[in-house]
């Protein structure tokens, strides 16, 4: 089996160029549903509470440029720098707690998602949930989607050596897939988590929620899309099975 290390020299490569497809990996977040803005209220409410700012909410900008697609240790250390971490880690526990339940309510997903997922189902490609999300919150983000029996495993960030953006959330999945790097890809929506992609030698479709074009563009994503309803996702998938019809037929 081809694997990527965490040396690997990004590359951004076609998603025709990894057929025949074994696995398609998706973060939570953000990819499967537009999550961020549940996020960025629970943080208002309890920065709030705190004082935080002089009273003043934070933004949608400085949620993004510090918060978002972030390991709970960079997020507390952007949030909270004159804090013991404990501290800081306690904070974003409580939290993420205020998260689910705005999310019990409120939780949707990315417009197209359904049809992505049953294109995967069709094709029998194995598949993996990878987030740096606590797997408390991954595993109800799931279940509220629907999504519980289609994922074949579940990597958390935080379980790992290190978290996104380093690749060894990605190369996880894969040894838990027993996939190549080589005919995988990945749905993500921040820089961070393309970083981590790409540094694991895979072909990141990021689809932009919430982050910036450019900074996607930047980690090394191969495809931007809107959504999963996006014209130039399904031109990418088509390109795939077109690949694929060309492989069997020279089989056979």
């Known amino acids: 089996?081809?694997?990527?290390?965490?040396?690997?020299?990004?590359?951004?490569?076609?998603?025709?160029?990894?057929?025949?497809?074994?696995?398609?990996?998706?973060?939570?977040?953000?990819?499967?549903?537009?999550?961020?803005p549940?996020?960025?209220?629970?943080?208002?409410?309890?920065?709030?509470?705190?004082?935080?700012?002089?009273?003043?909410?934070?933004?949608?900008e400085f949620f993004i440029n510090n918060i978002a697609g972030r390991s709970d240790v960079e997020a507390a250390q952007n949030l909270?720098?004159?804090?013991?971490?404990?501290?800081?880690?306690?904070?974003?526990?409580d939290k993420e707690a205020k998260y689910r339940s705005l999310a019990k309510?409120?939780?949707?997903?990315?417009?197209?998602?359904?049809?992505?997922?049953?294109?995967?189902?069709?094709?029998?490609?194995?598949?993996a949930a990878v987030t740096n999300a606590p797997r408390i919150n991954s595993e109800l983000m799931i279940s509220l989607l629907g999504l519980t029996d289609f994922f074949q495993a579940v990597i958390v960030g935080g379980e790992c050596e290190k978290p996104k953006p380093a690749?060894?959330?990605?190369?996880?999945?894969?040894?838990?897939?027993?996939?190549?790097?080589?005919?995988?890809?990945?749905?993500?929506?921040?820089?961070?988590?393309?970083?981590?992609?790409?540094a694991a030698g895979i072909p990141v479709v990021a689809v932009a929620t919430r982050n910036p074009e450019k900074s996607l563009l930047d980690a090394g994503a191969t495809l931007i899309i809107k959504d999963y309803e996006d014209p130039k996702l399904w031109s990418a998938l088509e390109e795939i099975d077109r690949e694929e019809a060309k492989l069997k037929k020279a089989d056979a």
């Open 80 to 93: 909270f720098p004159d804090w013991p971490l404990e501290k800081g880690l306690k904070f974003l526990e």
């Open 167 to 198: 690749p060894f959330p990605y190369l996880k999945a894969l040894k838990e897939l027993q996939v190549s790097a080589d005919h995988t890809f990945i749905f993500e929506d921040s820089a961070s988590g393309t970083r981590a992609g790409v």
């Open 38 to 60: 549940l996020h960025h209220v629970a943080f208002q409410e309890m920065l709030l509470e705190i004082g935080y700012n002089n009273g003043v909410p934070i933004d949608e």
């Open 105 to 127: 309510e409120r939780l949707e997903p990315v417009k197209g998602l359904a049809k992505v997922v049953q294109w995967v189902k069709d094709h029998g490609y194995k598949r």
């Open 1 to 36: 089996m081809a694997a990527a290390t965490p040396n690997a020299i990004p590359a951004s490569r076609p998603l025709a160029s990894s057929v025949p497809i074994e696995a398609v990996l998706f973060d939570i977040d953000g990819t499967l549903c537009d999550s961020d």
